[in-house]
């Protein structure tokens, strides 16, 4: 028998789940958060759950918005639960289930003068986001914003009825100007380097096509606190909504499952205030660029690195891919040789050891995260993960053999087929070009080399170029386990 989850019913979950121990009518609207994805829920949620049940700063709850035809759906589905969340916590010797109640109401997307008004509260002091790495409107080649994309082109040309994330937030931002109403903070919780900057690069791009004055406005008064953010947490399906409700009784149209670990260090830069969250285990530090860099490169590196070639093996769990020696020998080696020499020191941090902790993370059975997720969107992911270290590496005169080989998995895997002829189901949103450049470096690797906007400057590197044109062909003539017993033996460079 299952419970469906809602706040009348919490009594009646709370023997399989731990509950709020706050009254949910006692929470006020303090945060504006655009991306009300798995991420969110499992990780910004979770830290302001834990405040609240510490009987603490009841008047930051969320209010959750967003864009996308996906939102609305999510948006559906939490309404009709009280916009609680169960959130299933597991290790690898345990697992438990709490309902989170950080977030009280979520706005109609599409909707913008609604949620344009939302934003001009005064009430809410901090806009957070999680949107994904290929939300920013990033040109991958040059690292910076990109203005003449068709979305921010659109967005200028039309401020009072924006349609991204970002035009929604310059719009909720003028209209607290014009109001003299001081503006909110804009945190970032996505996976990128400086994500603080590159969302005030977004925000303030986007102004100065329309409008210079508020640009400088922003550039002059508008926080954009730098963050680095930690946990892994898959895909919601089937699988994990009956796990719910087979083994907690709850029947909850969405739940999250993520592992224990948890990790969130952020810049103290929040002019009209924030939540106590050093109270339940955020770091607050002058510089997060040394975290994000180990995370990015370390974790979210490794995620890619054993992504493809897991794929091509037709392996569909990370932790069964990292149960086959031969990818976690390549994972350890790409690390350990090539990666974690690049990175720079870290206050408190050893480098080794950290990555021993991703190993043991990644190796977690009851996660479930799933190699297609790992593998999607690397048009955004490989620019961003992969990419500078072997930039990093190049500009020191160091070899890039494995990371090469993490760029010829990635070219390899999207020809199309799996080592033993299955076909792949892509998700990326540049996918007809990357799938194109892919299909012609069948007869010349250095085709795929010529997606410039992804590549950039790497792809000008005689070394690379010509360890990228070998692990390539290589894959091509011996297969994917071939080539990685290779690198490991220490035998494919040319």
């Known amino acids: ?84 969340t169960t959130v299933v916590e597991q290790d690898n010797n345990r697992s438990g289930a709490r309902v989170t109640g950080a977030m009280i109401d979520y706005l109609a997307p599409g909707n913008a003068a609604a949620t344009i008004a939302a934003l001009a509260d005064p009430a809410i002091r901090i806009v957070s986001l999680t949107i994904t790495e290929g939300g920013y409107f990033i040109n991958p080649a040059s690292g910076v914003f ?29 209209a607290r100007r014009d109001k003299g109403i001081a503006p909110y903070t804009v945190m970032s919780c996505d996976n990128i380097p400086g994500n603080g ?30 963050g680095m953010v930690d946990r892994i947490t898959p895909a919601t399906g089937p699988r994990e909504i009956g796990i719910v409700a087979d083994d907690y009784g709850i029947a909850d149209a969405w739940p999250v499952f993520c592992e224990e670990f948890k990790q969130w260090v952020l ?44 794929a091509l093996l037709d392996i569909h769990f990370v932790h069964e891919a990292m149960e086959d020696a031969d990818i976690r020998a390549f994972l350890a080696k790409l ?23 991703i190993e043991h993370r990644f190796s977690n059975p009851k996660i479930g995260d799933t190699i297609p997720r790992l593998a999607q969107d690397g048009s955004n992911r490989q620019p961003k993960f992969i990419l500078p270290s072997t930039a990093d590496r190049l500009s020191r005169g160091e070899d890039v053999v494995g990371l090469a080989l993490v760029s010829a998995l990635w070219c390899h895997y999207l020809a199309g087929t799996t080592d033993s002829g299955k076909t792949i189901g892509f998700n990326d949103p540049n996918i007809d070009r990357i799938h194109a450049a892919a299909l012609a470096a069948r007869e010349n690797p250095a085709a795929f080399l010529e997606l410039k906007e992804i590549f950039g400057s790497v792809a000008d590197s005689e070394l690379f ?11 091509q003539r011996k297969g994917t386990r071939a080539t990685l017993k290779l690198y490991l033996e220490g035998n494919l460079a040319n």
Not at 465 to 474: E, H, P, W, Y
């Open 1 to 84: 028998m299952t419970t469906k989850l809602s706040l009348a019913t919490l009594k009646d979950v709370s023997g399989t789940a731990s509950v709020p121990s706050y009254d949910r009518g006692s929470l006020k609207a303090g945060i504006v958060h655009f991306g009300v994805g798995n991420f969110h829920r499992a990780h910004q949620a979770i830290y302001l759950d834990d405040l609240f049940n510490l009987g603490r700063d009841h008047d930051w709850a969320i209010v959750g918005a967003g864009v996308l035809p996906s939102d609305a759906a999510m948006r559906d589905k939490l309404a009709g639960q009280d916009f609680l």
């Open 146 to 174: 990109d203005p003449t994309h068709p979305a921010i082109v659109a967005d200028a040309a039309d401020p009072a009825a924006p349609k991204t994330v970002f035009g929604l937030i310059l719009a909720g931002l003028k």
């Open 197 to 226: 900057e590159v969302t005030h690069a977004a925000v303030s791009g986007l102004a100065r096509l329309s409008d210079p004055d508020l640009a400088d406005w922003i550039d002059a008064s508008v926080a954009f606190p730098n």
């Open 267 to 310: 810049e103290d830069n929040f002019p009209e205030g924030r939540p106590a969250l050093e109270k339940v285990g955020v770091q607050f530090v002058p510089d997060v660029a040394p975290y994000e860099h180990m995370k990015i490169r370390i974790l979210n590196g490794g995620h890619a690195a054993i992504a493809y070639p897991a």
């Open 335 to 357: 690390e350990r040789e090539e990666i974690i020499p690049v990175i720079p020191p870290v206050p408190d941090t050893d480098l080794n050891d950290y990555f021993a902790l």
């Open 465 to 475: 170029r010509r360890r990228f044109s070998n692990a390539l062909q290589t894959l």
